[in-house]
């Protein structure tokens, strides 16, 4: 058994609370990565799990032991950080066998484990290299290796990707993630990136100032963010939002926020004050034959030409005295548009998501 529970975790350092309450489920096997904005907790989080950061108050488990008072080396974790860690004057071989050795495994289970974990990296033919030998995408498979030969109940990746360059870190993603289902290992992984916290994760813890916001797969988090912060740190580009009144009107409810002003059809039940959010393939340009709701005009703020597709960043009149707003609109295709062009769009009425203002 190695799932992980935390329950109402907290940690303080002096006055600063770095997590607050946490309390989180991770099953056996289970991919988990906790995901959030720098100082929202989840490397303190880790830490606490590893044992490198005492708990100030409540109770961290790995399967049935609570480890709040177990050492680092007594819990049976392997720990991957970003800056990978190797020992520079040993070799591949001797830094994957490092950890065995010093548990005295005897020397053909460490060859064993040592080369089955090199073949699964792709990294054998670098074995009697020393770590400054190597590129940054290899040492990082090193460290890699490293956690894997130890088989522990449990695994713990800190930003093990950011030192590596774009292309890179996508392959290295690919390569972390079969690994995992491969050993089905449960497995911690702490990222900022919510793309990495997307393609990776069995399911999504998203922090935020040391609070957990909302846990779920990714489908999930993106389909039904608990709340604004999980729906705009969700998603490139994020989610747009804005804050509407309400009325029922037909069957529907009417949203009006400045220049918007739209009769959703079917939709009943919301407060008088909501905010609306829209994801960025909800809202397309004006199309009468779309089934949209709309139109609603505004002016090109931005354009992002990705090749396939063009996201446009409209700003809608705030209406009197208000900011303007700002909506992300999905354009198939190229888009001839500059900004300061005028562009009517129209939004997917059952993609918009609601939350209750307070
Ligand atoms: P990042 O992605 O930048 O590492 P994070 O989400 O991992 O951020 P933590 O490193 O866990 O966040 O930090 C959470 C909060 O705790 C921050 O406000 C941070 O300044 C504070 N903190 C972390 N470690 C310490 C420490 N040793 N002493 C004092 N404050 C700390």
């Known amino acids: 058994m190695s799932a992980v529970k935390f329950t109402d975790v907290h940690k303080r350092f002096g006055g600063v609370v770095a997590v607050s309450g946490l309390s989180l489920d991770i099953a056996d096997g289970e991919f988990m990565v906790l995901v959030g904005p720098s100082g929202s907790g989840k490397t303190t989080a880790l830490r606490m799990l590893a044992g490198l950061e005492s708990v100030t108050e409540g109770e961290v488990r790995i399967g049935e032991r609570v480890v709040n008072r177990i050492a680092p080396g007594e819990r049976d974790i392997a720990m991957v950080f970003q800056d990978y860690a190797l020992y520079p004057q040993m070799t591949v071989f001797q830094n994957l066998a490092f950890g065995l050795k010093r548990r005295k495994t005897p020397k053909p289970e460490i060859e064993r484990r040592v080369k089955a974990a090199a073949v699964s990296l792709d990294i054998e033919r670098y074995l009697e ?3 400054g030998q190597l590129s940054g995408g290899q040492a990082q498979r090193v460290a890699l290796g490293r956690a894997l030969v130890r088989e522990p109940q449990v695994f713990l990746m800190d930003e093990p990707l950011s030192n590596l360059d774009a292309k890179l870190r996508t392959r290295t993603r690919g390569e972390i993630k079969r690994l995992q289902q491969e ?7 702490v990222t900022h990136d919510q793309v990495e916290a997307m393609t990776m994760g069995d399911r999504i813890a998203v922090m935020n100032n040391g609070v957990l916001e909302q846990v ?51 939709l009943d039940g919301l407060p008088a004050e909501v905010t609306v959010g829209v994801r960025p393939e909800c809202a397309q340009p004006w199309d009468p034959q779309a089934g ?6 505004g002016e090109v703020a931005w354009v992002e030409a990705l090749g396939r597709e063009t996201f446009v960043g409209v700003n809608v009149d705030g209406g009197a005295g208000g900011e303007p707003t700002q909506v992300v609109v999905h354009h198939g295709g190229r888009a001839t548009l ?20 307070a």
């Open 292 to 297: 949209l709701v709309g139109p609603v005009a």
């Open 183 to 189: 050993v089905n290992t449960t497995t911690v992984y």
């Open 338 to 357: 500059l900004p300061g062009d005028p562009l009517e769009f129209g939004l997917a009425p059952r993609s918009l998501r609601y939350f209750d203002a």
């Open 216 to 266: 779920g797969t990714p489908e999930e988090l993106y389909e039904h963010p608990a709340n604004v912060f999980v729906g705009g740190f969700i998603g490139s580009p994020p989610m747009s939002f804005f804050n509407a009144s309400t009325g029922a009107e037909g069957g529907g409810t009417r949203l009006r926020s400045g220049a918007i002003d739209v009769l959703v059809p079917g």
């Open 129 to 131: 290299r020393k770590p």
